[in-house]
């Protein structure tokens, strides 16, 4: 099981970024996706999800309306758009899955929200 994340940048607030996560070595199709971040001295937190069949998302109340979760079975990719970026979506951001009750990570993409 490999996750790569790419797109986290430097960005002014207000601005937007699209977070993408390549997947591979398992049927990306069967698992839920989703999105984390972490911020110095914080605690990972869930940011957003996105399950298998009907695409269903569910959202952190921080982001709700300003992110939007998507994914593309066929290029076994999810997304992240990130619009209206404050500075307190400072962070570094993580693709996880969970197969068979065990958790995946990516190795993190760098998302700093600054003037």
């Known amino acids: 099981v490999q996750l790569v994340e790419s797109g986290g940048g430097l960005v002014q607030p207000g601005g937007s970024l699209r977070l993408s996560c390549a997947a591979s070595?398992?049927?990306?199709?069967?698992?839920?996706m989703k999105w984390y971040r972490q911020a110095p001295g914080k605690e990972r937190e869930l940011v957003a999800r996105?399950?298998?069949?009907?695409?269903?998302?569910n959202y952190a109340d921080s982001v709700k309306g300003r992110f939007t979760i998507s994914r593309d079975n066929v290029k076994n990719t999810v997304y992240l758009q990130m619009n209206s970026l404050k500075p307190e979506d400072t962070a570094v951001y993580y693709c996880?899955?969970?197969?068979?009750?065990?958790?995946?990570w990516g190795q993190g993409t760098q998302v700093t929200v600054s003037s």
């Open positions: 996880n899955t969970m197969i068979w009750a065990r958790g995946y």
């Open positions: 070595g398992f049927t990306f199709s069967n698992y839920i």
């Open positions: 996105i399950s298998n069949g009907s695409g269903t998302t």
